[in-house]
């Protein structure tokens, strides 16, 4: 099998098994991410294949929909693509990133992937978390969970575990100043970075409204 078919076939898997899943993680995502990292690696030299075939699979398994399992994405991205029979070489890359690039809250360690094709795919993630999507996709989750947009009484959190950002309740506001405000200095690269300043700038302009608004101002 090519490569061409390869990622053609894994495209219609991820499309199939995230179909109408919505929350933001929705096929469309997965398409942003596969098109914005396969840009962002051939600026900065990444391996294209594997960046493909991580990004389309990144979001296989959320551990938030799994009951809290870290390891489902892995799992069933390695079953993927062993009834694919690629080399173990490719399938222990690509599992690798998938295990890599979650985000685990403000206050723990931030691991950088270990291969450049990873940091490439957290990038692209990280990017659609913010800018004009982020903040639809933001508010569309939110509003899955049931939460408020804003709550003047409860303040931005800085979890110190994972555990502890996974149980938060807070309103989507809160969000921006617990998550997307930070991406934008965590990106890997440096054309990640670049296209995270416009998307960060962004975002704080909407911030800004937001709370003139909130307060009655034109
Ligand atoms: P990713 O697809 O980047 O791995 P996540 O799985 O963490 O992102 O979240 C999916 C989307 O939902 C992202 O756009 C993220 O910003 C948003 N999201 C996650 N947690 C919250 C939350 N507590 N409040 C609002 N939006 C959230
Ligand atoms: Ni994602």
């Known amino acids: 099998m090519d ?39 051939e600026s900065e030299g990444a391996d294209l294949y594997i960046v ?5 699979l990144h979001d296989i398994a959320d551990y938030k929909f799994h009951a809290g399992d870290e390891d489902a994405g892995p799992r069933i991205a390695r079953s993927w693509l062993q009834s694919l029979g690629l080399p173990e070489g490719v399938i222990e890359q690509v599992c690798r990133i998938i295990h890599e690039v979650s985000f685990r809250g403000a206050g723990t360690p931030v691991e950088r992937p270990s291969s450049l094709e990873g940091q490439v795919v957290q990038d692209a993630d990280r990017l659609d978390a913010i800018g004009a999507i982020g903040i639809a996709r933001a508010f569309s989750y939110g509003g899955y969970k049931g939460r408020s947009l804003y709550e003047p009484d409860i303040s931005p959190e800085q979890h ?3 555990d502890e950002y996974k149980r938060n309740q807070s309103p989507t506001i809160n969000h921006f100043y617990e998550k997307l405000l930070l991406l934008r200095d965590l ?32």
């Open 187 to 218: 990106m890997n690269t440096e054309t990640a970075r670049r296209i995270a300043d416009g998307r960060h700038a962004y975002i704080q302009e909407f911030l800004g409204r937001f709370f003139a608004e909130w307060q009655g101002r034109d």
């Open 160 to 162: 110190s575990s994972f």
């Open 52 to 56: 493909r075939l991580a990004a389309l």
């Open 3 to 41: 490569r061409q078919e390869v990622i053609a076939k894994t495209e219609a898997f991820v499309k199939e098994s995230l179909d109408g899943q919505g929350a933001g993680h929705d096929w469309w995502h997965i398409q942003r991410v596969e098109d914005s990292a396969a840009r962002i690696a």
